[in-house]
């Protein structure tokens, strides 16, 4: 049976950082250069990935070059959320996920959409899996 997906975001670029967003829009008007760097952050948050399924945690990175963590939900020990006051009002932050072979993060992702919905999927995978 295929993995269900239950989650799969980009990182948002306005809700996650509004005054640099307003800036290299200032930018576009007054020269030009705020386009070139608007386009290579939206590129950026276009190439990076998080996706829940009922099996694992799975972060891909990259356009030309891939880059991909995969943590199954039965190995998560941890999972850290973090916000600013920008972004709760916004509702992104940053997702953090530590499985039981690594002391460190090893997936985490800043400006995700509904970082505290991520979680409540994780911990109820965590959930089921246990009682099964």
Not at 52 to 64: F, S, Y
Request: glycine content about 8%.
């Amino acid at each position: 049976m295929a993995e269900a997906i239950l989650y799969s975001a980009n990182p948002a670029m306005f809700r996650n950082r509004p005054v640099l967003f307003l800036i290299l829009l200032a930018l576009v008007f007054a020269w030009g250069l705020g386009l070139l760097l608007l386009f290579v952050w939206w590129v950026r948050t276009q190439a990076t990935c998080l996706t829940v399924t009922d099996e694992r945690v799975r972060l891909r990175r990259g356009i030309l070059g891939k880059y991909t963590n995969d943590v199954t939900i039965a190995d998560v020990r941890n999972v850290q959320v973090s916000q600013s006051p920008f972004q709760r009002i916004f509702g992104v932050g940053t997702i953090g996920i530590s499985s039981s072979g690594q002391g460190d993060m090893e997936i985490e992702v800043h400006g995700l959409p509904s970082p505290q919905r991520i979680r409540a999927l994780i911990d109820e995978r965590r959930a089921r899996m246990r009682s099964r």
